[in-house]
């Protein structure tokens, strides 16, 4: 036997003990080329790589890879052998009870940890691959599983691209293989082998079989379909009596059908009847617009209105003409007046400059006069001074000094205290001005609020009598005017004046269906509810006209033209549609067509949102997508949404739509109160502010006076100081000062005398010419008088003129308005006549489509109409006797269909029973050679694997106790009875269940095949000839992927392309046992 390695995978979580082997490894090749088989490898569902990360006890662990062939996972207990077999079990979705290893997939995560993961690799190779344009060659499952229990799942492509995460395309993929985590000859674990090997009931062994083969899937599946058989019997059976009563139900249907022909002539006369009809309606319209064409031509006929105009209009002509001619007199008088005023106008002016010169000469002459006396005041001052300072030049004395030194002192002392209290009060001063400041502020802002409050009471007692008015009359809601202009519309539209008569206001032809969207509706609309509706052009300009008599200009409802249709527009793909709430169009009731239209057209109410809630609009708007042809929205409370805007609403209350008026006028007057509250709190606060301003302008005023007087007693110490400071220096040079002064003073005297001399003069002149302007003024004056006054006759003629041309022009316009209603009289006639005409043709084409010729009929309608009422009378009685006509029809079609509907029913189903009696015969017939040829092959695999050994043995079956039971006879009690497996050693019962394995893996299929610790309890002689016969398995199966676990050495293979062993890591001295969660912390399996 050949030398070979070991390949050995490391735990990456761990750095203990690693050795340079076990980083790679080498394939085992023998001498021996003469395999047995030359099937290929496997190419679909085999194991290619597992790995495994927080798994159990385990950080990391992996990645494995397998052979195609045979592969022998190698190591000491603890090392990962079983949590390796565990994980495959749960990554291909197997559940947690199916592993033997916990009763939940969370204990299978490692201590400390919050997931788990692992990945296989499936090959997906050859002509059987599952999707492989979609996963290429292989196919790698990720299993996540989660601390609450649960787990996740993602099906990558070669190219570790996510393809999936659904656990239906994982199941899909274990069909495809053929797969089966959950069958123990795919993968048998330690637990089930030692629960095979110390069962002692012979029918779970049987089952075991069963189940291991899919015969028990078969077994159940035959099952169903006899379930399923009786009770299709049952349905039969049923059928049959439904089918007699349906039978008896068309037998009596049909006799009542072939009773009824006698009706049939009454149907016919009828029938005539209706024809006679059709053309009797004909005739007698025919003589209804014969009448209409009479009536019309005297209509036309008459000219009475038209001579009245023409006499008005002459009457109209010569008032007029007198009135210019009184108006061309009045004319040439009022412009020799109007000649005359320029001149008295030019002359006013000339009066007021010379009055402006004198004046303005008085000024000059009285400041110069008043410049005199100064100057001699002054004068007399010099002398004066000139003279005290002359007496007492030499008077001055030592003592004097002193005297004004210390004078001097004490005043400079009096001025610092003055400017320090100075100081102080203007302080105090800018306080009190600060404070006035803020008190008019505070009563400017109290002023507005309470004009602000003042224009709403005013504005809510307004509509608080408006809603008073609309108890009585509910227009009036729109305004005190609407009723009145109404009526002139009704008149108007009476008159002719209107092609179509207006509708409006809008808000009285709309009425909402939930009470508590009313704001919300008013919010959207707004002053479309006081808006009209109009045809056309022609109409919107009569209703301007009369909105001119009632409404004043800035203050008229809105007038929209379109054209009146009598069904509302098709929205159904441009409106919104949510499934709780209603859009604007559907939660009103609209009385008229027009006026849903003109809504959709001017606001588009089809796509508006009506939503009570304010936090659930700006979710539906807002939070997500708004839903499909969605604009805006509205809130109960008014508020408008749009996706990325919200509006706050101004409104509080509806004001034309409220259903409950009471309630409206008992908020209003609380609302009023609330106001007059808000009203008289205002005054009182702008009376307390007026007198803490006047308090504040007291104190202001005596402290500006202190502060005056300061300033007064400030220059009066300066100056006190000042002369005494120069009273010897400049008392000599002060002399020679002033009387040259004198000198220069009496000269300036002398010019301002002349200058006086001259004003005086030029005064008196421009008084002169004054008083000569001011007499031609008053002649021209007269003159306009007198021109005025022979006026005033012709205009009172002018006005007596004026007043025959308005009453001959109102005679006018009432024959005019007669006649106008003459000629709509004759318009209605003619388009009457029109729609008569019209209608007549639609009637004969009518009859036509009853009849086609025409009837000479002498009966007149309703005569007809009673002898057709008669016959109906006379078919209803028989109907009621025996039934509707058309219901017996019906009912014999309805019943004869049931009858022959149940029949081909029960037709059916005898047929498919038979057919599936004649299936499944032979399919339990196939069923039961399958049981019978895979017994015998497990039965004869089982002899020849024994005889291997030495040893001979039986596999009983009992299919009809369902039983299984196995004897063996070791080979050194050669003449001994057959044994039962409880009978045998430890290591010849785990021969045996080698032996049995191996022979239900030749009869079934399965890509891969899974067994843990195979040689447990076997001493070397029955290992090594176990291990013979699974690679003389694995050699004949080369197509098959065989996985085994062991913890005993596998250094005595023989050297072999087709054979790796992986051996798994020691693991640490810490870790000797598995820590697993209690088994009783039981989650439900995901």
């Given at each position: ?33 003469s ?37 022998f ?5 603890g ?50 691959a ?7 060659t ?234 005199l ?6 004068s007399q ?19 004097e ?31 009190f001005?600060?404070?006035i ?16 409050v ?45 092609r ?31 808006a ?10 009569t209703?301007q ?172 110490a ?28 009496k000269?300036?005297?002398e ?109 007149t ?17 028989e ?107 430890g ?61 005993l ?38």
């Amino acid at each position: 036997m050949g030398k070979r390695k070991e390949e050995s995978v490391s735990n990456s979580g761990s750095q203990k003990r690693q050795r340079k082997e076990y980083t790679d490894y080498t394939d085992i090749h023998t001498d021996d080329s003469s395999a047995s088989s030359q099937s290929p490898d496997g190419e679909v569902g085999i194991i290619e790589s597992i790995q495994l990360k927080n798994f159990m006890c385990h950080s990391n662990l992996g990645p494995f890879q397998f052979g195609s062939n045979l592969n022998f996972v190698v190591g000491t207990n603890g090392s990962g052998k079983s949590s390796v077999l565990t994980a495959l079990i749960v990554g291909l979705g197997g559940k947690a009870t199916a592993t033997n290893r916990g009763s939940a997939l969370k204990m299978f995560i490692q201590k400390g940890e919050t997931s788990a993961h692992i990945s296989i690799t499936l090959r997906n190779q050859g002509r059987d691959a599952f999707k492989p344009e979609l996963y290429g060659t292989s196919i790698t499952v990720n299993q996540r599983i989660n601390q609450d229990g649960s787990r996740t799942c993602k099906l990558r492509s070669k190219s570790g691209t996510v393809i999936s995460s659904k656990k239906e395309e994982l199941i899909g993929i274990l069909d495809h293989f053929n797969i089966q985590v959950d069958n123990p000859v795919s993968i048998l674990t330690q637990e089930m082998s030692k629960q095979f090997l110390q069962t002692k009931n012979e029918g779970d062994k049987y089952k075991f079989f069963m189940k291991a083969t899919q015969l028990e899937q078969m077994k159940e599946d035959y099952s169903v379909i006899g379930k399923t058989k009786k009770n299709i019997h049952v349905q039969i059976e049923q059928g049959e009596e439904r089918l007699e009563e349906l039978k008896k139900l068309y037998l009596e249907k049909k006799e009542i059908f072939k009773s009824i022909a006698f009706v049939n002539d009454m149907q016919s006369r009828l029938k005539d009847l209706k024809h006679q009809m059709a053309w009797a309606v004909v005739s007698e319209m025919e003589k209804e617009v014969e009448m209409l064409e009479e009536a019309l031509r005297a209509e036309e006929g008459n000219k009475e209105f038209l001579q009245k105009v023409e006499e008005c209009q002459v009457k109209v002509n010569e008032a007029e003409k007198k009135y210019k001619a009184i108006q061309d007199k009045l004319i040439t008088v009022s412009e020799e007046a109007q000649g005359l005023h320029p001149q008295c106008i030019s002359l006013k002016a000339e009066v007021q400059a010379k009055r402006k010169a004198v004046h303005e000469t008085e000024i000059v002459y009285n400041r110069s006069k008043t410049e005199l006396k100064r100057l001699e005041k002054d004068s007399q001052q010099l002398f004066k001074r000139i003279e005290e300072l002359k007496s007492c030049a030499n008077q001055v004395s030592e003592p004097e000094k002193l005297e004004r030194q210390r004078r001097i002192a004490y005043l400079r002392e009096q001025l610092k205290a003055f400017h320090d209290e100075e100081i102080m009060i203007g302080q105090q001063v800018d306080q009190f001005q600060q404070a006035i400041s803020k008190c008019w502020e505070e009563h400017s802002r109290l002023g507005r609020e309470r004009s602000e409050v003042q224009q709403a009471l005013d504005a809510q007692q307004k509509q608080l009598r408006d809603l008073k008015d609309s108890k009585t009359n509910t227009l009036k809601r729109f305004g005190p005017h609407i009723p009145a202009f109404l009526e002139a519309v009704e008149v108007a539209y009476k008159q002719g004046r209107f092609r179509k008569k207006p509708l409006g206001p809008l808000g009285a032809l709309i009425h909402p269906k939930d009470p508590e969207l009313i704001l919300a509706i008013e919010s959207c609309l707004k002053g479309l509810l006081q808006a009209f509706c109009c045809d056309n052009h022609s109409d919107e300009r009569t209703l301007q006209f009369l909105m001119s008599k009632y409404f004043a200009r800035g203050h008229r409802p809105q007038i929209i033209v379109n054209k009146f249709q009598n069904k509302i527009y098709d929205t159904s793909q441009k409106a919104v549609y949510h499934p709780e709430f209603p859009s604007v169009l559907t939660a009103l009731e609209i009385d008229d067509p027009v006026v849903a239209n003109c809504l959709i057209d001017m606001r588009g109410i089809e796509t508006v949102l009506l939503i009570k809630n304010s936090r659930r609009a700006r979710e539906v708007m807002q939070c997500n997508r708004p839903p499909k042809n969605c604009r805006e929205a509205f809130t109960a409370e008014g508020d408008q949404v749009f996706e990325r805007r919200y509006y706050s609403s101004n409104f509080v209350r509806p004001k034309f739509l409220s259903q409950d008026v009471e309630a409206e006028i008992s908020h209003l007057d609380k609302e009023i109160e609330n106001k007059k509250t808000q009203l008289t709190a205002s005054q009182q606060r702008l009376y307390s502010l007026e007198n803490e301003i006047r308090q504040n302008k007291d104190h202001l005023y005596a402290h500006q006076r202190h502060q005056k007087q300061l300033q007064v007693k400030v220059r009066t110490a300066n100056a006190e100081i000042a002369d005494l400071e120069n009273v010897e220096e400049h008392q000599s040079a002060d002399v020679h000062i002033l009387e040259d002064e004198a000198e220069e003073n009496k000269g300036r005297m002398e010019c301002v005398k002349q200058d006086m001399q001259l004003q005086n003069r030029k005064m008196e002149e421009l008084k002169n010419n004054l008083e000569a302007a001011e007499k031609k003024l008053e002649e021209v004056k007269e003159k306009i008088h007198q021109v005025e006054e022979i006026a005033g006759p012709i205009k009172a003629e002018l006005n007596q003129a004026e007043s025959e041309v308005e009453n001959s022009k109102r005679h006018l316009q009432h024959y005019e308005d007669k006649q106008r209603e003459h000629v709509a009289c004759i318009n209605k006639h003619k388009d009457l006549l029109v729609s008569k005409r019209k209608e007549l043709e639609e009637k004969m084409a009518k009859a036509r489509q009853i009849f086609s010729e025409r009837i000479k009929v002498s009966r007149t309608v309703k005569s007809l109409d009673a002898e057709m009422n008669r016959l109906r009378e006379k078919i209803n009685s028989e109907s009621s006797h025996r039934g509707n006509r058309e219901e017996i029809i019906q009912q014999f079609h309805y019943a004869k269909e049931r009858y022959e509907d149940a029949s081909n029913k029960l037709k059916n189903s005898r047929r498919f029973i038979a057919k599936l009696d004649e299936v499944m015969t032979e399919r339990l017939k196939v069923y039961r050679q399958f049981l019978r040829s895979l017994s015998m092959q497990c039965k004869l695999h089982f002899e020849q694997l024994l005889r291997l050994r030495g040893c001979s043995g039986h596999i009983i079956f009992d299919h009809k106790n369902e039983t299984l039971s196995i004897t063996v006879q070791p080979r050194e009690e050669e003449k001994a009875a057959h044994c039962d497996l409880r009978s045998l050693s430890g290591g010849e019962r785990s021969f045996s269940t080698v032996c049995f394995i191996l022979s239900l893996w030749n009869i079934t299929e399965s890509p891969f095949r899974c067994m843990d610790e195979f040689d447990v309890y076997m001493d070397m002689l029955n290992r090594r000839i176990a291990i013979d016969m699974i690679l003389e398995r694995a050699d004949f199966q080369r197509h098959r992927q065989f996985i085994l676990f062991t913890p005993l050495s596998m250094s005595s293979l023989p050297t072999s392309p087709h054979i790796r062993i992986l051996r798994m890591p020691d693991p640490p001295r810490d870790q000797r046992t598995l820590n697993f969660q209690n088994r009783n912390d039981r989650d439900e399996d995901q």
